[in-house]
């Protein structure tokens, strides 16, 4: 009985170019699509969030406003991932479709195979599209506005970073060490291992040091000290 209604609500759609089964397999597979994005989209933003723990160590004012930065790395992002979760998501909707019998009404009822697949490839189109926009306009603008907005970030925020007499790893390779902070503005003994060269190990030692702005960067400026090459693999370097 429940066989036989199913069919009859699947038969006034059959003869329509776009009817009630396109738009409920449009909405399935869409709906799938999305979840599936939202979860790809979440865990590489955190992987991508993570890598500020230096800001987040620093005060809940530093970790916004670098939350605030990384989400301007997301439509780059969806448009890589757009592909890949309208496969994870077109297969979990057919899944379940198919678990639920409602194919095998469908095929009992003479749905013919074409209609099933409309849905899919209009999915497609969309996808196809909507990963261009993405990757040729949204995603460099909003990429040049994150590096526009780092490179303008407040002097408050990069001092915020470095705390007395701890080592600091800001990035892999890279190594601060700052011994006194005289004010907000000023730094005093100041270490810096730099190992993201392949093949030059650089120390730079300064016994002042200073966060300016300069044509709306931020820049550690550094006087009184020395600066060491060591060559990578160096008898020095070991040591």
Not at 117 to 144: E, Q
Not at 146 to 170: H, M, Y
Request: charged residues 20%; hydrophobic residues 50%; negative net charge.
């Amino acid at each position: 009985m429940v066989c036989d209604q199913q069919v009859r609500l699947l038969a006034p759609g059959m003869a329509s170019f776009w009817g009630t089964i396109e738009r409920y397999l449009f909405g399935r597979i869409l709906a799938a699509m999305a979840l599936v994005l939202l979860a790809l989209d979440g865990i590489l933003w955190i992987v991508w969030a993570a890598r500020g723990d230096a800001f987040f160590a620093a005060g809940a004012a530093p970790a916004l406003e670098f939350l605030g930065l990384t989400f301007l790395t997301l439509p780059l992002i969806t448009a890589v991932l757009l592909p890949f979760a309208l496969l994870i998501g077109g297969l979990q909707a057919f899944a379940s479709l198919n678990r639920d019998a409602e194919l095998v009404i469908a095929d009992a009822a003479g749905l013919p195979r074409s209609r099933i697949w409309k849905p899919v490839l209009a999915l497609s189109i969309l996808t196809f599209i909507a990963s261009g926009m993405l990757s040729i306009w949204l995603g460099p603008a909003s990429m040049r506005t994150f590096e526009q907005q780092t490179q303008n970030a407040s002097v408050d925020l990069i001092f915020s970073i470095f705390q007395k007499g701890e080592f600091r790893q800001l990035t892999d390779g890279l190594t601060v060490h700052v011994g006194t902070l005289e004010d907000r503005e000023t730094l005093g003994e100041i270490f810096i291992s730099d190992e993201r060269d392949p093949t030059t190990h650089f120390i730079y030692y300064a016994r002042r040091g200073a966060v300016v702005k300069r044509d709306g960067a931020a820049y550690l400026a550094l006087a009184d000290g020395e600066i060491h090459r060591i060559p990578m693999g160096s008898s020095d370097d070991a040591r």
